[in-house]
Nanobody
Framework: QVQLVESGGGLVQAGGSLTLSCAAS????????MGWFRQVPGKEREFVAVVSASGSTTYYADSVKGRFTISRDNAKNTVALEMNSLKPEDTAVYYC????????????????WGQGTQVTVSS
């Protein structure tokens, strides 16, 4: 069992930056790939970024590549999403999620989810 708690969301102007954090509790954090997804009302949950269990591999959605950076600290059981050059279309609820072993971009593969944190980018 893994519990995930996100923090760091808020309101920011276009072009600004935010860093989201996700704290994990439970066993074997280092066995899980960690992903960030986002969702706006009326749309499906969208993949943003994922980091492998070891931290050696990352994947990004094309829409955020070059602007967002995912990282993890297995000693502290945390994963972060640094978001730069934010755009109004980045506005969404952002979710942290964990999946065992596989570094997946599919939300249906994920076993554990946080409660989400709102990110609002004003134009």
């Amino acid at each position: 069992q893994v519990q995930l708690v996100e923090s760091g969301g808020g309101l920011v102007q276009a072009g600004g930056s935010l860093t989201l954090s996700c704290a994990a509790s439970g066993r074997a954090f280092s066995y899980y790939a960690m992903g960030w997804f986002r969702q706006v009302p009326g749309k499906e949950r969208e993949f943003v970024a994922v980091v492998s269990a070891s931290g050696s591999t990352t994947y990004y959605a094309d829409s955020v590549k070059g602007r967002f950076t995912i990282s993890r600290d297995n000693a502290k059981n945390t994963v972060a999403l640094e978001m730069n050059s934010l755009k109004p279309e980045d506005t969404a609820v952002y979710y942290c999620a964990a999946v065992q072993l596989v570094t997946s971009r599919r939300y249906s593969d994920y076993d554990y989810w946080g409660q989400g944190t709102q990110v609002t980018v004003s134009s």
